[in-house]
């Protein structure tokens, strides 16, 4: 296990630097060797696949799935680096890449340094499992699109301030930029809203489990991003404003999930479950 940690780990960063050094070389001008995507995709395949046994691993016991805080960072990094790594061919992600990786190789580290100890599955029902899933992948999707805010903001700030183009080549433009920040944004709420509906479906009692904070936050969360996408279709939003909404809308769903997570299992000891 803690040999698989580790290579999934260097994987990771080696994959994230190999994404770095072909951004820097379209920025140049120069167009990248198709070997050299090839190498990148089978790097970043090899550590999407090293994740995943390092969660099963820690995740999946013979009483259901063991979602402790650190393994929901990490399914939550498994589901962030497959969303880029695949999709990086078809969309500008190169960038995301850059930071996400990292990322994922970190979440990977602290699932291995922090096992889960409470949130046994054997006291989930599978809908409250598949609940959980859903909640994750939701996440994962608007962190991305949270990410792609902040590179929105500063390529705005960089043409506002007339910066080098050798920087301003390292980015696709900024109207594309901001396409695939609504994409994102559409794609989460879709999935959070199936997290929000599946969640009124299978939990029983939102005291008992303690869910009523997490609920309220995500509900809220919710409305802030439905009402982004609204506004996009309806008036053309763009720009700084929405950056500011995408990311106080993050915001309110990582206290949603993790915030509420954190105090219940690190420091009340207790799960969502019971």
């Not at 140049?28 to 696949?49: D, M, R």
């Not at 399914?75 to 990786?101: E, M, Q, R, S, Y």
């Not at 809908?127 to 899933?133: C, E, P, R, S, V």
């Not at 009523?212 to 982004?228: C, E, M, Q, R």
Request: charged share 10%; net charge positive.
């Amino acid at each position: 296990m803690t040999t698989l940690t580790f290579i999934c780990a260097a994987f990771y960063l080696v994959t994230a630097w190999r994404l770095n050094t072909r951004v820097m070389v379209r920025s140049s001008g120069t167009e990248v060797a198709t070997e050299s995507n090839q190498l990148l995709l089978a790097l970043g395949i090899a550590a999407i696949i090293l994740h995943g046994a390092t969660i099963y691993e820690g995740t999946v016991t013979a009483d259901g799935l063991r979602l402790g805080l650190f393994n929901a960072l990490s399914l939550v990094g498994l589901t962030v680096a497959a969303l880029v790594l695949f999709a990086v061919h078809g969309k500008p992600l190169d960038n995301l890449g850059v930071f996400v990786l990292p990322l994922s190789a970190l979440s990977v580290l602290l699932a291995w340094i922090f096992p889960a100890t409470t949130g046994s599955g054997a006291d989930m029902s599978i809908g409250i499992q598949l609940h959980a899933l859903v909640s994750i992948v939701a996440y994962g999707l608007l962190a991305l699109a949270a990410l792609q805010a902040v590179l929105v903001s500063v390529q705005d700030r960089w043409l506002r301030a007339k910066t080098s183009m050798t920087r301003l080549r390292a980015l696709p433009p900024l109207a594309r930029q901001e396409s695939l920040l609504f994409q994102l944004i559409g794609a989460g709420f879709f999935f959070l809203s199936l997290a929000l509906v599946s969640g009124t479906m299978f939990v029983q009692d939102l005291f008992a489990q303690h869910l009523v904070h997490k609920t309220l936050l995500s509900g809220v969360a919710w409305i802030v991003f439905g009402v982004i996408l609204l506004g996009r279709w309806r008036y053309g939003w763009r720009g700084r404003p929405v950056i500011r909404w995408c990311l106080t809308a993050f915001v309110l769903l990582a206290l949603a999930y993790f915030g509420a997570k954190l105090v219940l299992e690190e420091i009340l000891g207790r799960s969502w479950s019971g």
